[in-house]
């Protein structure tokens, strides 16, 4: 007896769900463009006038903070618990570190390796799978962990460079107005790397803390006040003492996008991949769209650019987060196999590790 055809209201309403998030797919791929367009402005103000990158990040946190705290009103409605108020303020200070470290990557070696070293996030991915997985899937996070280094060393070797790219067919620019860039190595490389673990932690943090969205934005606003709290004497310091060049006023176009792009809006639309689309930070999907953006940035700004290159190591960077994140994407698709939508979205909230 042959096995019943599938219903086609099944196809219909697949169809119908998937034309439901072209829109938010819209907006997320509009959001990353614009923080990444704050990114490569930050980084040509910086690199032309050696302005303070400590200082600079505070002065964007600080109208950051001021705005999540008028839009939110953490003090205003149900009382915070304590289990949820103390762990906001610790996330703080690992996010003023985030912002330190991942500048001065930025600053020291360029918005390509900065941009994708935020993705080494995913290793907390290998973490997971040594203390849950199993023998088959460890092997898997490893192997992904290995392809992840693999292409960091390939971007501190200057593969994404056109001037130092292995690759004959590089895209060379001929104008004499194109940035060129200086070879990095791994150690310079730790910067981004660092920052990307840090925050791929503070997201599992404030993600643990706050299961309904309303309750994540108002965490949100504490976690921000108490980064810029931590960041204050550092900036102070920087300032006063360990700075010689400290550049004031800062250029208005690099200090109001990182504001709007890269702080404010940046936190909405990474919300709505995670509760719409199901599409956390250090997920290949989320590098796809990083990664067409960097190229469209690299070529309107005339940067030292290989696409060959660039291209090889986003792929490896992206097998290796695919691997590295096995486990919970397996864990996920069984949540949707067994779950209705309308319970879905508050199971992906309570996503395990990476991010």
Same mark, same amino acid.
Not at 101 to 110: D, E, I, R, T
Not at 155 to 184: I, K
């Given at each position: ?26 907006? $997320? ?136 790219? *292995?690759? *004959? ?114 997920? *290949?999907? $989320? ?69």
């Amino acid at each position: 007896m042959m096995s019943p055809k599938p219903l086609p209201e099944n196809r219909g309403s697949s169809h119908y769900a998937t034309m439901r998030q072209t829109p938010l797919q819209i907006i $997320h791929v509009v959001g990353n463009f614009m923080r990444i367009w704050s990114v490569y402005s930050m980084y040509r103000y910086l690199s032309q006038t050696g302005a303070s990158v400590v200082l600079f990040m505070f002065c964007c946190l600080l109208p950051s903070c001021i705005w999540f705290l008028v839009a939110q009103k953490p003090w205003k409605g149900r009382a915070l618990a304590n289990t949820q108020v103390v762990p906001s303020v610790v996330n703080g200070g690992i996010t003023a570190l985030y912002f330190i470290l991942w500048g001065k990557g930025l600053k020291s070696c360029g918005p390509v390796r900065a941009i994708l070293g935020e993705y080494s996030g995913a290793v907390l991915g290998v973490l997971s799978g040594v203390l849950y997985g199993r023998g088959g899937h460890v092997w898997k996070k490893v192997g992904g962990l290995l392809a992840m280094l693999a292409s960091f060393y390939f971007l501190s070797q200057g593969w994404a460079m056109a001037t130092y790219s *292995p690759f *004959p067919f590089s895209n060379a620019s001929s104008d004499d107005e194109a940035h060129t860039e200086q070879l990095v190595g791994m150690k310079e490389m730790l910067f981004p790397i660092l920052a990307g673990i840090l925050s791929a932690l503070r997201r599992v943090i404030a993600r643990r803390v706050s299961l309904k969205n309303q309750l994540k934005r108002r965490l949100h606003a504490i976690t921000l006040t108490s980064a810029t709290c931590f960041l204050f004497p550092v900036a102070m310091w920087d300032m006063i003492i360990g700075s010689n060049n400290v550049e004031l006023p800062f250029s208005a176009w690099a200090f109001s996008s990182t504001i709007l792009f890269g702080m404010i809006l940046i936190f909405y639309i990474d919300s709505i991949a995670e509760e719409r689309l199901h599409m956390v930070f250090s997920s *290949p999907r $989320h590098l796809l769209v990083a990664a067409g953006c960097i190229i469209v940035m690299e070529i309107v700004y005339k940067m030292d650019f290989s696409l060959l290159g660039f291209l090889v190591c986003a792929a490896i960077l992206g097998i290796g987060i695919y691997e590295a994140t096995s486990l919970d994407r397996s864990r996920r698709d069984s949540f949707q196999g067994s779950s209705s939508n309308g319970i879905l979205e508050d199971q992906v909230e309570m996503s395990p590790l990476p991010t």
